[in-house]
């Protein structure tokens, strides 16, 4: 399994971002969650098998029709097992 954590930076609120990542990750089969930043960015943590994190990752990089995508910064973090994938609380 493997877990990343990633910040995604441009015109990516407001633009639905969250619920189609949301949708986007549970039809890949990852879990994890994505919230809002109050700095305007989106924080995300992914986990899965290696291709479903990258099929994650490789929507984000886009976002959904409407975001500007200008930076995503991914780093690696430790597995925690998590099922399922949330929008939670603004951070």
Known sequence: M???HVL????VQ???YRYTLRMVAREA???GW???RRDGTVEAEVEGTEAQVDEVLAWMAGGPPG???TAATVTDAAPTGETGF???ASA
């Open 8 to 11: 995604v930076s441009g015109e």
């Open 2 to 4: 493997r877990r990343v």
């Open 86 to 88: 949330d929008v939670i």
């Open 14 to 16: 407001g633009v639905g």
């Open 29 to 31: 089969g990852a879990a």
């Open 67 to 69: 975001s500007r995508v």
């Open 34 to 36: 994505v919230r809002n």
